[in-house]
């Protein structure tokens, strides 16, 4: 059936056509290596297994296998054909693609169908939220339906989208800088290498040695099973509620009918952290609650743990370069990814004795988390106005 869309460049008329996916592009499943030939010697070529190996729409693989299997070429899509299924990226990498992803190679106008398909997110989202639905396979995806419009048409819009995606590269690289930023700064605060001075120009007092036992107790999170989860009830956090070192109430909330002790309810200022993750390296990964959402009745879950300081320096102190390689201590030599309040209690830091040092350094910090905070609502925007428009400029 043809159709038009709601937003159009003024100088074009007519009807879209319908045409499936596997018509006018050549769709390649992926393949899985064998994990003997994974590398980290740049031998044969890099492999792309699923979201893990992308970032920012643009594949960045962490391993090389000897074993090609299935491949792709610079520029072709990247589609997850595993849950969180339809998630799509572009590859700037000459790879080898496992079983969680496709490779997608329009026969014309590859920006049209890298946009369309981003659209199409979200409807892969809705087909499988609250199902069972976990992959697609070739024929879903080259069965799946596009309007296209005339070659011209196709190109402007391809042209407009680029412009709009360049934006959003732009202010994600100034997030990212400001990121780096406050990543060095931290690591010169904490090394004292960068020591401050009091109001009458003199060095303050020498630092102490602390555990974070010392400094604030460590609670392990709510367990429940699957028959608890209700549309309401008690709101579990869980780690992927942590992001970018603060607690997101945007999606996957869940909650349960069980309720958890008072002791483990979130308060103000408690720190979250995700203990126990299949990926290493989200264990660990820490954000600060503070409840701008208005919930009163939440709590994290078994996998996650709560940090509750009054030592304002506590949520940094989870943030460090030397905090990160306590991790990979704790977690090397051992296929479970999991910590123990036991064992953060007893990591050591050396923090200021002086509280009017303690108060300079948050100063500076938070400062700089307000810039990043900031600078990442104006990129969530720009995102936002780029999905809106997805919306009306395609069919």
Known sequence: MNKTPKLRFKEFSGDWESKKLGTICDVTMGQS?????????????????????????????????????????????????RAPVGAISKSIHDACIGRGVCSIKPKQSNEFIYQFLIKYEDKWSRISQGSTFESVNRTDITDTKVSIPSKEEQEKIASFFSLIDDKIYLQGEKVEALKDYKKGMMQKIFSRELRFKDDDGRDYPAWEEK???????????????????????????????????????????????????DEIKLREKDIVICMANGSRNLVGKSGEFNNSNGYNDLTVGAFCSIYRTKNPLGKYLLQIELYYKYLDILLSGTNINNLKNSQLEELQFNIPTSNEETEKIVKILSDIDLKIKKEQEKLYYLNEYKKGLLQHMFV
């Open 33 to 81: 290596p064998s994990s003997s030939c994974y590398n980290e010697r740049n031998i044969g070529l890099p492999l792309i297994q699923g979201n893990a190996d992308v970032q920012g729409r643009k594949t960045a693989p962490r391993i090389y296998t000897s074993d090609i299997t299935k491949t792709c070429n610079i520029g072709d899509i990247i589609m997850s054909v």
């Open 211 to 261: 555990k974070l036992g010392d400094l604030g107790k460590f609670y392990r999170g709510h367990s429940y099973n699957a028959g608890d989860v209700n549309e309401d009830g008690l709101l579990v956090l869980r780690s992927n509620n942590i992001q970018d070192n603060t607690i997101t109430f945007d999606t996957d909330l869940q909650f349960v009918r069980k309720q958890c002790k």
